[in-house]
């Protein structure tokens, strides 16, 4: 072995047990691990029966051309039945679908599952008018309203791929991604309601489709009503066009390697990559893990405050929950507009009984206090999901405490847009869950913990977490570019998929998330992870969220530089804070880890999915001009960050 692994530094004691009564009722029981581990590809197989087939699959797995997977081969089915028809055949046509919230007060809609099949067969036939062909790619370009989700399975009815861009990014990450897969039709609309106010999206369209002469079409929603310029011969209004279409639509059976969507990366670590996936094996593993991980019963009240735009929405707003005809929630807006309560009272208006977001949420409702959920019934809550980025044992247990009333389960899900649905999480009636931790794979996923060599750690070790056996949801390749597909994540060792983190097994074999790799900071020779030390920061009682990047150093290689953000409590900190949070960082995890510097400052850059873009961040700790920050959720806090940066080091 040439380089050191990752050092393991925290140490983390605390265990939840499942609720008994919880445990007692779950959809999946510890047996399950070792049934899947026995034989994968049944596994898999028997999971396939709670979809409907329109032909049967002969054979589950074909990997004799890795890494490119077939799954469930022979197989024939269409995704959009799969979500809503065949719900209605089987006479749950009156059951909700999706309870709208829009983000102005009092602004709702409830849709029926025999309402969602009219509405996608209505926009499956406009889409067929526009020109829309199996095959084709159309990208859609909206604001979280229900015409996402009808759009999106308009066009899976008609084996017709989307590629969904989120709202808030500009014209050019909207072109760029329109070029790079050839779409034909955009779907957007005027604009929609954030922080209060309408908030256009049809001009960045406009400005977009300058550089796609071969867009032909674009369906706009009307939701705003704000004024909007009009090209005549592409442009046409939903509401004249979808609204007025026959509500007869018969879906077309789809082999199961048919292409249902490429979605671009979050881009935190670089440029996005198109990732493909089909329908077969995707739908069916986000159809299981949806049932298993959130243990979904027919009368929970579910409901994921991702945007559509991103990978959570596709899997765990559309795919996955209504696949199972799920009942959920859908909200427009910001989680401040008009009051840092909204998320908690529709929480308590709609009963959500399942619910999953981001920790960069948690840390910020943990900034802003306790009393604002508190002001809240949340007792329907029996479940809460955690995705994006690891947890914060703090902001775990405030997760647990504040929102899920000290008894909530929490699972912590590991999954990537390539992995297209979970892989690592903890079973909320099976596992004795630690706060930090996203625990072991579910059943029927391998991952593995290995060293530069591809061996395996020890327990008690760090090295790259790597996954070893193909799984259902997989993607099938980046789009339009096989060899970047290889490259990116079969080429390290090439029988293992690389996820591209890092990862370590604690004593009792659980899988601890590290962060990215390209972001471990090499210190005087030891290899340390950035998360770690981020949740020492966040233990501090000041702390709401902490970055940390590695910042050349004369003496120690790389220095490790921190980037914070205190709780409102902490009232500006106080002029010791920054010597507090070096020695604090020391106590928990060793004099090693202490940061260099620690930078107050009063935003990070994140990503629109809510992940901290750290390369952006060491741009600034050394000094160069900011890289590319085309997915950034809000440009200007690099300006802010920056000129932050410059005082405090005059100070220094
Ligand atoms: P890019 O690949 O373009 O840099 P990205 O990796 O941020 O973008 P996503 O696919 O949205 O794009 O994010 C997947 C990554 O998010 C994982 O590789 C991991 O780093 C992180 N992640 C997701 N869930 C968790 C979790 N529960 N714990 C720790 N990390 C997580
Ligand atoms: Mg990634």
Same mark, same amino acid.
């Given at each position: 072995?040439?380089? @050191?692994?990752?050092?393991?530094?925290?140490?983390?004691?605390?265990?939840?047990?499942?609720?008994?009564?919880?445990?007692?009722?779950?959809?999946?029981?510890?047996?399950?691990?070792?049934?899947?581990?026995?034989?994968?590809?049944?596994?898999?197989?028997?999971?396939?029966?709670?979809?409907?087939?329109?032909?049967?699959?002969?054979?589950?797995?074909?990997?004799?051309?890795?890494?490119?997977?077939?799954?469930?081969?022979?197989?024939?089915?269409?995704?959009?039945?799969?979500?809503?028809?065949?719900?209605?055949?089987?006479?749950?046509?009156?059951?909700?679908?999706?309870?709208?919230?829009?983000?102005?007060?009092?602004?709702?809609?409830?849709?029926?599952?025999?309402?969602?099949?009219?509405?996608?067969?209505?926009?499956?036939?406009?889409?067929?008018?526009?020109?829309? @062909?199996?095959?084709?790619?159309?990208?859609?370009?909206?604001?979280?309203?229900?015409?996402?989700?009808?759009?999106?399975?308009?066009?899976?009815?008609?084996?017709?791929?989307?590629?969904?861009?989120?709202?808030?990014?500009?014209?050019?990450?909207?072109?760029?991604?329109?070029?790079?897969?050839? #779409?034909?039709?955009?779907?957007?609309?005027?604009?929609?309601?954030?922080?209060?106010?309408?908030?256009?999206?049809?001009?960045?369209?406009?400005?977009?489709?300058? &550089?796609?002469?071969?867009?032909?079409?674009?369906?706009?929603?009307?939701?705003?009503? @704000?004024?909007?310029?009009?090209?005549?011969?592409?442009?046409?209004?939903?509401?004249?066009?979808?609204?007025? #279409?026959?509500?007869?639509?018969?879906?077309?059976?789809?082999?199961?390697?048919?292409?249902?969507?490429?979605?671009?990366?979050? =881009?935190?670590?670089?440029?996005?990559?198109?990732?493909?996936?089909?329908?077969?094996?995707?739908?069916?593993?986000?159809?299981?893990?949806?049932?298993?991980?959130?243990?979904?019963?027919?009368?929970?009240?579910?409901?994921?405050?991702?945007?559509?735009?991103?990978?959570?929405?596709?899997?765990?707003?559309?795919?996955?929950?209504?696949?199972? =005809?799920?009942?959920?929630?859908?909200?427009?807006?910001?989680?401040?507009?008009?009051?840092?309560?909204?998320?908690?009272?529709?929480?308590?208006?709609?009963?959500?009984?399942?619910?999953?977001? #981001?920790?960069?949420?948690?840390?910020?409702?943990?900034?802003?206090?306790?009393?604002?959920?508190?002001?809240?019934?949340?007792?329907?809550?029996?479940?809460?999901?955690?995705?994006?980025?690891?947890?914060?044992?703090?902001?775990?247990?405030?997760?647990?405490?504040?929102?899920?009333?000290?008894?909530?389960?929490?699972?912590?899900?590991?999954?990537?847009?390539?992995?297209?649905?979970?892989?690592?999480?903890?079973?909320?009636?099976?596992?004795?869950?630690?706060?930090?931790?996203?625990?072991?794979?579910?059943?029927?996923?391998?991952?593995?913990?290995?060293?530069?060599?591809?061996?395996?750690?020890?327990?008690?070790?760090?090295?790259?977490?790597?996954?070893?056996?193909?799984?259902?949801?997989?993607?099938?390749?980046?789009?339009?570019?096989?060899?970047?597909?290889?490259?990116?994540?079969?080429?390290?060792?090439?029988?293992?998929?690389?996820?591209?983190?890092?990862?370590?097994?604690?004593?009792?074999?659980?899988?601890?998330?590290?962060?990215?790799?390209?972001?471990?900071?090499?210190?005087? =020779?030891?290899?340390?992870?950035?998360?770690?030390?981020?949740?020492?920061?966040?233990?501090?009682? &000041?702390?709401?969220?902490?970055?940390?990047?590695?910042?050349?150093?004369?003496?120690?290689?790389?220095?490790?530089?921190?980037?914070?953000?205190?709780?409102?409590?902490?009232?500006?900190?106080?002029?010791?804070?920054?010597?507090?949070?070096?020695?604090?960082?020391?106590? @928990?995890?060793?004099?090693?880890?202490?940061?260099?510097?620690?930078?107050?400052?009063?935003?990070?850059?994140?990503?629109?999915?809510?992940?901290?873009?750290?390369?952006?961040?060491?741009?600034?700790?050394?000094?160069?001009?900011?890289?590319?920050?085309?997915?950034? #959720?809000?440009?200007?806090?690099?300006?802010?960050?920056?000129?932050?940066?410059?005082?405090?080091?005059?100070?220094?």
């Amino acid at each position: 072995m040439t380089e @050191q692994n990752i050092s393991n530094l925290s140490h983390e004691d605390r265990v939840f047990e499942p609720p008994a009564d919880l445990a007692a009722n779950a959809n999946v029981t510890a047996e399950v691990y070792d049934e899947a581990a026995a034989d994968r590809p049944a596994f898999w197989g028997k999971q396939a029966e709670r979809l409907d087939w329109g032909t049967p699959f002969t054979e589950v797995l074909d990997w004799s051309n890795a890494p490119f997977a077939k799954w469930f081969v022979g197989g024939k089915l269409n995704a959009a039945y799969n979500c809503v028809d065949r719900h209605v055949e089987s006479g749950n046509g009156d059951k909700v679908a999706l309870h709208f919230v829009g983000e102005p007060e009092g602004d709702t809609r409830d849709i029926t599952y025999a309402e969602l099949q009219d509405l996608v067969s209505q926009a499956a036939n406009a889409l067929i008018d526009l020109g829309v @062909q199996t095959g084709d790619r159309v990208a859609i370009y909206l604001p979280m309203i229900p015409e996402a989700v009808i759009a999106m399975l308009a066009c899976a009815r008609l084996g017709a791929p989307h590629t969904v861009v989120f709202g808030g990014f500009s014209a050019d990450a909207l072109s760029s991604r329109i070029l790079d897969c050839e #779409a034909k039709v955009v779907i957007t609309a005027d604009g929609g309601y954030r922080r209060g106010a309408p908030s256009a999206l049809k001009p960045a369209v406009d400005e977009a489709l300058e &550089k796609c002469p071969d867009v032909t079409g674009v369906l706009v929603v009307r939701r705003t009503g @704000q004024d909007t310029a009009w090209t005549e011969g592409r442009d046409v209004w939903w509401h004249e066009t979808v609204d007025q #279409a026959s509500t007869d639509h018969t879906p077309e059976m789809f082999d199961a390697e048919h292409p249902l969507y490429v979605m671009y990366t979050s =881009g935190t670590t670089g440029s996005p990559k198109g990732i493909l996936h089909t329908t077969g094996g995707y739908l069916v593993q986000s159809a299981w893990t949806f049932w298993a991980v959130f243990d979904y019963k027919p009368d929970d009240i579910y409901w994921c405050t991702a945007d559509v735009g991103w990978v959570t929405g596709h899997s765990y707003i559309v795919y996955g929950p209504l696949a199972n =005809g799920a009942t959920q929630v859908l909200y427009e807006g910001t989680p401040d507009t008009p009051h840092k309560g909204r998320w908690w009272q529709i929480v308590q208006d709609y009963k959500v009984s399942l619910f999953y977001t #981001a920790p960069t949420a948690v840390r910020t409702f943990m900034k802003w206090g306790d009393d604002i959920p508190a002001k809240h019934d949340l007792s329907s809550l029996r479940i809460l999901g955690s995705v994006g980025e690891s947890i914060n044992p703090e902001a775990y247990v405030w997760y647990r405490d504040n929102i899920g009333g000290g008894t909530t389960p929490i699972v912590d899900t590991w999954w990537q847009t390539e992995t297209g649905a979970h892989m690592i999480s903890p079973l909320p009636g099976v596992t004795s869950a630690k706060p930090g931790s996203a625990m072991t794979a579910i059943p029927g996923i391998a991952a593995e913990v290995v060293d530069d060599s591809g061996n395996p750690v020890d327990n008690g070790e760090g090295g790259y977490l790597v996954i070893t056996e193909p799984w259902p949801s997989m993607l099938r390749t980046i789009w339009g570019d096989d060899d970047r597909y290889k490259e990116t994540y079969w080429s390290r060792w090439p029988q293992y998929y690389f996820a591209g983190d890092g990862a370590r097994k604690d004593e009792d074999g659980a899988i601890w998330l590290l962060g990215r790799v390209d972001d471990v900071m090499n210190v005087s =020779g030891h290899r340390l992870s950035t998360t770690e030390i981020e949740s020492a920061l966040v233990s501090h009682p &000041k702390v709401a969220e902490a970055a940390v990047v590695g910042a050349t150093d004369d003496t120690t290689g790389q220095a490790v530089v921190a980037f914070v953000i205190l709780r409102e409590s902490a009232q500006g900190g106080g002029d010791d804070i920054i010597a507090e949070l070096r020695n604090h960082v020391g106590h @928990q995890i060793g004099p090693i880890a202490k940061p260099r510097q620690v930078m107050v400052v009063p935003e990070l850059p994140k990503t629109r999915s809510g992940k901290i873009m750290r390369r952006l961040l060491r741009d600034v700790a050394e000094n160069r001009e900011v890289g590319n920050t085309t997915t950034l #959720a809000d440009a200007g806090v690099m300006d802010l960050i920056s000129s932050g940066m410059q005082t405090a080091k005059d100070d220094d």
